[in-house]
């Protein structure tokens, strides 16, 4: 896993433009305190040192991602302290080198360096942890997308994994548990977290959900009409014209007649074909 602001081009020119602003930022204030230096310091010392902070927060990524799981929060705060001293010493330490070097001509540059230390200082830690915020975000936000897909490729295996039809369904009634050949089952409804199991003579109450026995029974007899009744092929003996655009399932020998839906109408329409 890369750091986030250089596997994305958009971020890689918000990262670059974000310190161009700083950069700018930085010359016109010191500019504006320190009118007693020169121009060219103040210009070279904001670029190495906001280009070498810029470099240091990219890096920062690494450990962060590899130790983020520290739950300790000693441990956390002393990850984070040793963090901030090592990135501020090659920061600093680099940025004085280099711009010390570039103006070796300015004998001033020393001074100009250590007067604005104290606020560099400040300001790096406001900014560092910006960026530590921004990371965690990063890795929380991969983390929940990753759980998602492996989520969603379990569902998907599921789904795709043969269902074996029920033969009978077990039922409690009076104390007894009951086997039901599902070739005597007319039709389910729906009854909110259950459903009733109609036979000829009786009907029982049983949990799982609708979908559930919509995968688990046999395909070849029963039919979803209605996202309230599923029903068996073998029992149905008319399909009657309600109302405009609405039919009802009547079964045979029994007296009640079954709603169908639009979409339960097509698919039972094909089942009968």
Same mark, same amino acid.
């Given at each position: 896993?890369?750091? $986030? ?5 958009? %971020?890689?020119? %918000? ?15 010191? +500019? ?25 927060? %990219? ?14 929060? $000693? ?32 004998? +001033? ?33 991969? =983390? ?19 269902? *074996? ?8 009634? #009076? ?7 599902? +070739?005597?089952? %007319?039709?389910? =409804? ?10 000829? *003579? ?12 919509? +995968?688990?029974?046999?395909? *070849? ?14 029992? @149905?003996?008319?399909?009657?014209? !309600? =109302? ?10 029994? *007296?009640?007649?079954?709603?169908? #839906?639009?979409?339960? !109408? ?5 089942? @009968?074909?």
């Amino acid at each position: 896993m890369n750091n $986030p602001f250089l596997t994305s081009i958009p %971020l890689r020119y %918000l990262y670059i433009g974000i310190w161009v602003i700083v950069i700018v930022t930085q010359i016109a204030i010191c +500019n504006y305190f320190f009118i007693s230096y020169s121009p060219q310091s103040i210009v070279t010392d904001s670029i190495v040192c906001s280009i070498l902070q810029a470099v240091c927060l %990219l890096a920062l990524w690494y450990p962060v991602r590899y130790y983020r799981s520290v739950l300790s929060i $000693p441990l956390f705060l002393l990850f984070h302290l040793l963090l901030v001293v090592l990135s501020f010493s090659i920061w600093l330490g680099l940025g004085y080198l280099f711009s010390s070097l570039i103006l070796s001509h300015d004998g +001033n540059y020393t001074y100009y360096f250590l007067t604005l230390l104290p606020v560099r200082i400040v300001f790096g830690i406001l900014v560092y942890i910006i960026f530590i915020l921004t990371y965690y975000l990063f890795l929380s936000t991969r =983390e929940i997308h990753s759980q998602q897909q492996q989520m969603e490729e379990v569902e998907s295996t599921a789904s795709q994994a043969p269902v *074996e039809p029920l033969t009978r369904i077990s039922v409690k009634k #009076s104390g007894a548990i009951h086997f039901i050949p599902v +070739n005597q089952v %007319l039709y389910i =409804e729906a009854n909110g977290d259950y459903v009733l199991i109609y036979t000829k *003579e009786t009907k029982f109450l049983k949990d799982r959900t609708m979908k559930y026995w919509e +995968n688990h029974l046999p395909a *070849e007899c029963f039919v979803r009409i209605h996202r309230s009744f599923i029903v068996n092929l073998e029992y @149905i003996d008319k399909i009657e014209l !309600y =109302e405009k655009d609405s039919y009802r399932v009547q079964l045979k020998g029994y *007296e009640r007649s079954l709603k169908v #839906s639009n979409s339960g !109408y097509k698919l039972l329409k094909q089942k @009968i074909q």
